[in-house]
Each structure stands twice: as C-alpha cells, then as structure tokens.
C-alpha cells in the first residue's frame, strides 16, 4: 500500500499567511501541518509516500526532504494547476501503479490517525472506503447516505438540504478500479475532476465502497480560526519536556520548551509549547500559545495563540488573543494602546502601534 499527499492548492482562506507560503507549512504545536499526515501514514505502515505539490513545491521538498526524517521513500508530482482531488490521482497513477492506496489531504488532522481506517480495508477489501464524520453544517462538505453495514449508498457534494450529517473527512483509501471512475467522470462546474463524482461512478456501477467513523477528532485547517483550533486540540495532548533555561519565573501545568531558550522573570502556564533560542522576558505565556524558534517575546501576554519563528513582539500592554502572527514579523508598541487586540499577520510583517 502507498500514500499519496496532496500539498498543492492557493490556500486563499488562509492569506495572507499563504501568500508567502504553503498552508500545508504552517505550524500546529510548533510542527508543519503536513508532518501530522505524514506521521500517520508511517503508523500505518506505509512507506512509499507520493506528495502532489503546486506552486509552493520548493518550500514543500525544502521542509519535507525525501523521508529520511521518517525513515520512508518520498516523491514529489508536479500538479500544473490545483484541477481536482481526481485529478490527482489521475496525475498519480505512475507512482501509485496497480498498489492500494490512502489519499490525505495535507492540511488535514486526526487525533487518532489512520491506522483502524487501514485495518479495515485491508479485512473487507473494498473498492474503495471513505472516512466519515458528524458535523453540524453538513451542507458545507461533501455529504454520504449509508446503510446500517456502513455500505455507502449515495454521495452528495454540498447539498442545500443534507440527506445526513455525515461529511466526508479529507482521507481516502482506493484500489486501481479508481482510475476506471476517474477517466469516467467530466470536470465540475468549478472546472476540476471532484473525488465524489468518481467515488459516485463507482457506486453506481456497483463496486463496493464502503465507511469508516473518524474516532476522537478532525480538523481541516483551512481558515485562520481552524488553525487556532487545531492548536488547541493538539496542545491538550503534549507531554511536559521543558528544556529552557528558567530565571525568577513561575511555570505550571505541560510545557514543552526547547533548547537555547530564557524564560526570565516571566509566567508560563501550560498547555504550551515554546520552540528553541526563544527568549521569554517578563512576559506572560498562557495556555494553548505555541511560540516558535528564535522567537523575541518581551513586556508582553500571549494566549491561544500561533507565533511563527524569527518573530519580536515587545512592550505590547495589553493580551494578544486568539492571534497568528507569521514569520520574522515584529510588533512594537510605542505608547498605551486599546485593552486587546487581535491580529493575522503574514510573514514579515513590521507593526508599530502608537497613540
């Protein structure tokens, strides 16, 4: 079995963070999105990895490299424009071969990851096998209808009125019989080869596709509030390692902390990961904050916030909250200012605020 990744795609609903990057890269709990997929495709056994990469693929190959990291193989397809989840696939298919294979969207997470979804293909071998899971605004995905086996018997892309409240999660596992449904199906009204439209040819044609129930949760991170929650939810699952060198400051509940970083005269309270050559100078970091590497925080408060790496925040006098600050960026305030604030600041970013 193989996986295939698909790291391509403008993220528009993310900019500006994604106007200098791929949305894939951004940090949760200090670890590129895409790492999290990744990780659960080698739980799962998996150790051929194909990443499908558009116009951020140098950054992409940059961070990812060729799998040593994770002891796999990593290639890399080149998709001319973002044409479909089909369409990746079909662009795929020399990688893939006639091999079995799970397809995870990159800006996708799981709690639990993969490895029950594998399991069960590989039991009942399916054409093909979908994960699901309950949302409240179904009329937002695309949506399955499925029997009391979990056969599933229609899928619907964001219909006006849901059928059900079951929305398809971004990760598929396929067998070669969906190439058949791809070279089937005609583009969408948005111009791409829809992924449902092809798993739709498969049932009308009565190949067997069945479901899987995602356990614990999901997260698309595919706007800027889905980002701060999948850092939450990430963080509430971190294990204390605190390596930061700690003077005249008070730390309580799950830090993890790198090397090379001060936190001086300062309060950290937990969950919160805080990466390394960071300097905390009387400051308050408070829970669900992840602070990148080599991250200058002074005369400042920080909560249930991302901060990318290389950024300075000093002398702000009020809470930034629920905030995602990107790369290099630095935030200087000069005299007292409002009692929040709230920001998304794309890479280097210089903000003054002055009364």
Known sequence: MKGLILSGGFGRRLRPLTYSGAKQLLPVA?????????????????QELGIVVGDTAKEVKQVVGTGDRWGISIVY??????????????????????????MYLGDNILKEGIDDFVKQFKK?????????????????????????NGVVQKLIEKPKQPPSHL??????????????????????????????D????????????????????????????????ANLLVLEGIRSSNK????????????????????????????????KNSEILNSYIGPFS?????????????ECSVIMEGSTIRNVEKRIDRSIVGKNVVINV???????????????SHLEIAK
Request: charged residues 20%; contains cysteine.
């Open 124 to 148: 009942t071998q399916p054409h093909a096998l979908i994960l699901l899971t309950e949302v409240p605004n179904p009329q937002d995905f695309g949506v399955a209808v499925i029997n009391g």
């Open 334 to 348: 000069t005299a007292q200012s409002p009692r929040t604030y709230k920001f998304l600041l794309g890479d280097q």
């Open 198 to 229: 092809a798993i739709q040819w498969l049932l009308d044609n009565n190949y067997k596709v069945e479901s899987h129930m995602v356990k614990g949760w999901w997260k698309d991170t595919g706007k800027p509030d889905d980002i701060i929650e």
């Open 77 to 102: 397809i080149q998709q001319e424009a973002p044409l479909g989840l089909a369409h990746a696939i079909k662009i795929s298919r020399s990688f893939i071969e006639n091999e079995p294979f799970v």
């Open 244 to 275: 930061a060198t700690c003077i005249d400051s008070s730390i309580n509940g799950r830090i993890k902390a790198g090397n090379g970083t001060t936190i001086k005269k300062s309060i950290v309270r937990g969950p919160a990961v805080i990466g």
């Open 30 to 46: 200090n670890e590129p999105i895409i790492f999290y997929g990744i990780n659960a495709l080698v739980s799962a056994g998996i």
């Open 167 to 196: 929305a398809l999660v971004g990760v598929y596992l396929f067998n070669k019989e969906i190439y058949q449904a791809i070279d089937h199906i005609k583009p969408s009204w948005r111009n791409e080869l829809e992924i449902t």
């Open 290 to 302: 992840s602070i990148g590497d080599n991250v200058i925080i002074e005369n400042a408060e920080i």
